[in-house]
């Protein structure tokens, strides 16, 4: 699905285009831009449908107590890669501190094991 924001441009005003003419561009404009919503809700209730059907297939597949033990896994090993992808802060530390804070890791001898 396309995330794009765009500003409402308007139609520019000229003397030489009747006024019948203007009318109907800025109603095509208006129909295309709601199709285009319409199609963007349409996609992601696909989306999301064929996200469930998928949940439920594996559920089906593994088991209940084998799928949370997968989510389990699955989280843990994500929370164990922000700690390396995150600095020891959080987002709000400069990129000279992080540097620093590397530097002296590696120096320090400190291996990690995503780089093993």
Request: positive net charge; glycine residues 4%.
């Amino acid at each position: 699905m396309r995330t794009e924001y765009q500003s409402q441009a308007q139609m520019p005003y000229r003397n030489d285009v009747p006024f019948e003419t203007r009318q109907a561009a800025i109603e095509e404009r208006i129909a295309a831009e709601q199709a285009s919503v319409k199609r963007a809700g349409e996609d992601a209730k696909n989306l999301a449908l064929a996200s469930q059907e998928y949940r439920d297939d594996l559920v089906k597949l593994l088991g209940h107590d084998k799928y949370a033990q997968l989510r389990a896994y699955v989280h843990e090993q994500k929370r164990y890669a922000r700690k390396f992808l995150l600095p020891p802060r959080g987002p709000e530390m400069t990129t000279i501190t992080d540097i620093w804070s590397i530097t002296r890791r590696f120096a320090s001898g400190t291996k990690c094991r995503l780089l093993d």
